[in-house]
């Protein structure tokens, strides 16, 4: 495992080339280009919106900024897992071929979609100009939850990766889990629709419920979940983002030793 990740560090390089690659492939032959990474979280904004305050005539201040503050680290996320499950399979002549450090593939997937996150992050500050919100130093704490999400997503980008190299199925288990996970996480709705503050403690340990919530407290209400900095009201407590921090760590070194494992046989099996 130590081993893997140090060639992560001395192979930096072919990850950026991959991660060039991954981003070039995706959007090959398309007329709009990265102007996706833009209108797909823009028209579930839309949407929403209709659904949450002409349907249900859920009368929720600023709504659609809400929701898009939470969205864009859970599409994130989202892609990125899911993304990353086929990547052995998708570049299979060049594991039966050549040597590499195998476990670029996966961290590629991570890094085109972490590009598409900071392109949507900037979207979102745009949106901020207009609203407009208040821009404070509190924002600087995004950077941590940047930090915890994208150490989560790669360890799970790993290994479903590896798992699904062996048994595919599990890009479909993923798919379905984290298709349902969406509803058990505050993407589309504010924590504070939980309404028991018991329930609402404990739902918040769930580790991206902290990351989504986390992201929306200090945009909207420039809360940052560290000991003697908590507001009064304040969803995302510091034990919650505790736990996340802990939990990301925990599937980074579980991805890294899975992948490492597995790594000499995928020239076999695929």
Not at 123 to 146: A, E, K, N, R
Not at 253 to 268: C, I, K, M, V
């Amino acid at each position: 495992m130590l081993e893997a990740l140090k060639e992560i560090w001395i192979y930096r390089q072919l990850l950026y080339d991959l991660t060039a690659r991954e981003l070039k492939i995706r959007y090959r032959r398309s007329f709009l280009g990265f102007l996706w990474s833009l209108i797909t979280p823009l028209y579930q904004i839309v949407i929403m919106t209709i659904v949450v305050k002409y349907i249900w005539q859920h009368s929720e201040p600023n709504y659609s900024i809400k929701f898009l503050c939470a969205l864009v680290p859970w599409a994130f996320f989202q892609t990125s897992v899911t993304g990353a499950c086929a990547i052995i399979l998708k570049y299979r002549q060049m594991v039966k071929r050549i040597w590499m450090p195998s476990q670029m593939l996966p961290l590629a997937v991570v890094g085109s979609n972490l590009v598409h996150f900071l392109l949507s992050m900037l979207i979102l500050f745009g949106v901020f100009l207009v609203v407009p919100v208040v821009f404070h130093v509190s924002f600087l704490f995004l950077i941590v939850l940047t930090g915890i999400l994208l150490l989560m997503v790669s360890g799970l980008a790993m290994l479903f990766a590896a798992l699904h190299t062996a048994y595919q199925d599990t890009e479909y288990i993923i798919t379905n889990l984290v298709q349902v996970f969406y509803f058990l996480t505050p993407v589309m709705y504010p924590a504070s629709w939980v309404k028991n503050p018991a329930w609402r403690y404990w739902y918040l340990f769930n580790p991206m419920a902290a990351v989504c919530e986390g992201f929306r407290g200090v945009l909207m209400r420039h809360e940052v979940p560290l000991p003697g900095l908590v507001m009064p009201g304040q969803v995302v407590l510091p034990e919650h983002l505790l736990v996340a921090a802990v939990f990301a760590l925990v599937c980074f070194a579980a991805g890294l030793w899975y992948f490492a494992l597995q790594r000499w046989q995928f020239p076999e099996i695929v």
